[in-house]
């Protein structure tokens, strides 16, 4: 299913944290984004900051009006776009099937705590010996790829772009998450979250994105797009599995209450190897997707 956002239907849902770090500011002048436009407000803020650190706290405050102004402007020419799939789906092992499709997955290396296990998403998923289908789910969302090109004569305003589509692209998929949780797959039709108990994820199930700890492999862009065919969104890989538009981001979506983020860590030449066959790939081939995965 294919659902366009207004840049004002998901601006709402911005993690700025994220943007303020993206141009080298400290999470705590990110609760800009958190005070009232009012200048009482702003100047109120202001004075809660020690006096060495308040030009730095008024260059974030500088830097967050611009934005929105930004995002005004983008909103009359500009949409982000986000697609998703409900699968039938089953685990095999350290392997997801997902309608029929093999989706290879890695094993976490160290665990959080002592007392639980090495875990994998396919853990999160009905095994295929329990005879029974499960529901896991499949996503990916990006910015119009026309708006990677705005403001090229002005360095300042196109980075401001290029920053704010980050988190566009990530606020897109959170506000379809919460769609498809609440009514396309509806296993959470009783949520009541505000948007800052959602970026803290406080919500049932977990969406791994392909890059991530528990996700690292970027080939498995390639994979995912078999399963979605992204290309009707304006994505498209390069042969390395990179996404363009830059500002796309593409996973799977589990519904499990246990479910949890982790990090796989790094894995062994064993583990490489066991992986390589199971993508139907050379352990050369896997070498550079997991580079940062392996042991030294």
């Known amino acids: ?58 260059e974030a405050m500088q830097l967050f009006k611009e934005a929105n102004r930004m995002l005004d402007l983008l909103d009359k020419d500009f949409e982000v776009k986000t697609l998703f799939k409900l699968c039938e789906a089953n685990s095999d092992g350290d392997n997801l099937i997902l309608d029929g499709m ?60 290029q920053t704010l589509s980050d988190r566009l692209a990530e606020a897109g998929t959170e506000k379809m ?9 509806g296993y959470a039709k009783d949520e009541h979250l505000t948007i800052p108990d959602l970026l803290v994820e406080k919500y049932q199930g977990i969406r791994p994105a392909v890059g991530y700890p528990s996700l690292p492999d970027q080939s498995i862009n390639f994979l995912l797009n078999e399963l979605l ?42 583990q490489l190897a066991d992986y390589a066959h199971r993508r139907g790939k050379t352990v050369e081939e896997m070498r550079k997707f997991l580079a940062a995965n392996l042991q030294d």
């Open 1 to 58: 299913m294919i659902i366009s956002y207004k840049i004002h239907e998901v601006s709402p849902y911005i993690n700025w944290i994220y943007f303020f770090h993206a141009w080298g500011f400290q999470p705590r002048f990110a609760a800009i984004a958190n005070i009232h436009g009012c200048d009482v407000c702003r100047a109120s803020w202001l004075t809660t900051f020690p006096e060495e650190e308040r030009p730095k706290a008024s």
């Open 177 to 185: 998450h919460e769609y498809v949780r609440k009514e396309a797959w």
């Open 229 to 270: 065919g992204m290309e009707q969104i304006g994505i498209s890989l390069t042969e390395n599995g990179a996404m363009h538009p830059h500002a796309s981001v593409c996973g799977l979506m589990f519904s499990h209450p246990a479910s949890e983020y982790f990090s796989v860590g790094k894995i062994g030449e064993d």
């Open 102 to 161: 093999t989706f290879p997955l890695l094993r976490q290396q160290v665990k959080k705590r002592e007392d639980t296990p090495f875990l994998c998403l396919s853990d999160f998923i009905r095994p295929v010996s329990s005879g029974i289908t499960d529901i896991a789910g499949a996503f990916a969302s990006t910015i119009d790829a026309d708006m990677e090109g705005v403001y090229e004569k002005d360095p300042y305003k196109h980075i401001l772009v």
